[in-house]
């Protein structure tokens, strides 16, 4: 079925929104990483009209700089209509249709700001069954179990629509009705701007009601109808923040199940919170406690969590990420992260590279095969291929004044507890011994070491901690040992440093 583009889209977004008790404007509120807002207009302009406008008056400045940026991700033009003194959604529609063409015929569709379930499908569904029918006034309806403070459908004995009645306004008999009036509408365009115009503001609230129209369109010989939705989802707004939790849960099931659909496997949907914008191959599976933020971009066989946080990350094929806290990170095609990792923007790891426990990188190119096991800082650097970080090192990148980057080249193995003063540069295949503080480019090849010689002061504790538990260990030592040993006194010879950093290897 062709499906139909609409001429216009009207976004209200005028309210105050007073419920959500926030310094935030209501609609800038998010859920699954998606402003309210950017939810509603991402649906309206799916349907590809011509002029798709937000009204606004609350916080206008800060709403409409949000538009834009919206406007921006979306690539196309979204107009901003001011409202003025007069209240009601009536006169929110009526100030939209200033910014529009005045000879503006076809389809018109109104939708809200603050109703973030609503999809393009749903909208193509209302203008197709709308222009299908020839309709002046289309309104989208649902029957719920608690319609106070709805509007009403009110029909006929025909059953046809008759008109809308605010709850304010209801007697009891309109009241017990359960069939609502969602604000969501296609007009045609010419109706909508003949009734508006003669739309008063004589009721109980004192304002201008867009459902007038339908009355008036009605008595004046134009076909109007409700087309009924199953789905109250999709319909529902969010006034203060339960309904902003329990939309951003449902949403988010939504989100999941989706993605199960397409080949996901998510391990458990109630502990996975996926955002809107995020991208997952199949086969891609998802262990439970994860949580994937923004413009997450998951490739085939990738493992995520348990316990991940990943924001704007890009994991490649068939890589794990364990127990990681990562944002604007790039995770290579069979990396392995964590667990108890921490990446934060800037961390390119290679393919086939390893970041371990309690390992933190920023601004850190880490080639493909190179390994930071355990217990790591790397902050503002570069490090080639196939190299080896051993275990609780520290890339010193701040001198208090300025952060400066070290540079590592490729297959080098670097010992335990380096220090790595920036700016430095490690030469490619070169060793460093456990414990070194690097503050001098290390030629490629080359063993840096910097140690003195480690002395023991023989009888120390036994001299300085007369009666403790350590010196009695070390009498009953001295008693039952060899009488050899107490002559090789000086530290023994261990060989090079070399040997550290060999043991840190593939550890
Ligand atoms: C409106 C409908 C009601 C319907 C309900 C669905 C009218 C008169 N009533 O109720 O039948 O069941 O929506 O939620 O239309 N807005 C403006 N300018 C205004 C007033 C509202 O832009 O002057 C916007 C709000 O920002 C919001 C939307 O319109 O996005 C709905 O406003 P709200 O006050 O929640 O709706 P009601 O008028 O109570
Ligand atoms: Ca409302």
Not at 123 to 146: D, G, I
Not at 197 to 215: F, H
């Amino acid at each position: 079925m062709p499906q139909h583009s609409p001429a216009a889209v009207i976004v209200l977004a005028a309210g105050a929104g007073t419920r959500m008790k926030s310094a935030t404007p209501k609609v800038m509120h998010p859920i699954a990483g998606r402003s309210l807002l950017h939810h509603a207009i991402t649906a309206a302009a799916g349907t590809g009209p011509e002029h798709l406008v937000v009204v606004l008056r609350h916080a206008r400045e800060q709403v409409a700089s949000h538009v834009e940026s919206i406007a921006g991700v979306l690539d196309r033009s979204v107009l901003v209509a001011d409202q003025d003194d007069v209240p009601g959604t009536g006169r929110a529609a009526e100030c939209a249709l200033t910014q529009l063409p005045e000879d503006m015929d076809g389809t018109v569709v109104v939708t809200y700001g603050d109703v973030p379930l609503l999809t393009t499908s749903t909208l193509f569904a209302l203008v197709e069954h709308h222009e299908a029918q020839s309709n002046a006034v289309t309104v989208l309806s649902a029957n719920v179990a608690n319609p106070a403070g709805y509007g009403r459908i009110v029909r006929d004995a025909a059953g046809d629509l008759e008109r809308i009645v605010e709850q304010k306004d209801a007697d009891e008999a309109v009241r017990a009705i359960g069939e609502i009036n969602s604000g969501i509408y296609a007009f045609e365009a010419s109706v909508l701007r003949d009734a508006l115009a003669r739309v008063d503001t004589d009721n109980a609230q004192g304002e201008k009601y867009l459902t007038d129209v339908i009355g008036i369109a009605r008595s004046g010989g134009s076909r109007v109808a409700a087309l009924t939705t199953d789905d109250v989802w999709q319909v529902e707004g969010a006034n203060d923040r339960v309904q902003l939790a329990q939309l951003g849960r449902e949403l988010n099931r939504r989100i999941v199940e989706s993605h199960m659909r397409a080949g996901v496997t998510v391990v458990d949907p109630e502990t996975t919170w996926i955002d809107s914008d995020v991208v997952l191959a199949p086969d891609v599976t998802i262990q439970p406690g994860v949580q994937l933020h923004g413009a997450c971009d998951i490739a085939a066989d990738a493992v995520i969590g348990p316990d991940t946080t990943l924001s704007d990350t890009e994991v490649g094929e068939g890589a794990t990420v364990i127990r990681t806290h990562g944002s604007l990170a790039v995770i290579g095609a069979g990396a392995a992260v964590g667990p108890f990792s921490y990446l934060r923007p800037g961390t390119e790891l290679g393919a086939s590279g390893k970041l371990g426990a309690f390992v933190e990188t920023k601004n850190a190119q880490i080639g493909e095969g190179s390994k930071v096991p355990h217990l790591t800082y790397v902050g503002d650097a570069t490090v080639g291929e196939h190299s080896n970080i051993g275990a609780s090192s520290v890339f010193v990148n701040y001198d208090g004044v300025k952060k400066q980057r070290t540079t590592i080249g490729s297959h080098v193995r670097m010992g335990s507890d380096t220090m790595y003063i920036a700016p430095v540069t490690v030469g490619d295949g070169a060793y460093s011994g456990a414990g070194a503080v690097i503050r001098d480019d290390v030629p490629a090849g080359a063993l840096a070491i910097k140690e003195g010689r480690q002395r023991n002061i023989e009888g120390w504790v036994e001299k300085n901690r007369p009666g403790s538990a350590a010196a009695q260990a070390a009498q009953l030592a001295h008693d039952t040992a060899p009488e050899s040993t107490a002559a090789d006194s000086a530290a023994p010879d261990r060989g090079t440093s070399a040997d550290d950093a060999d043991r840190n290897k593939e550890s």
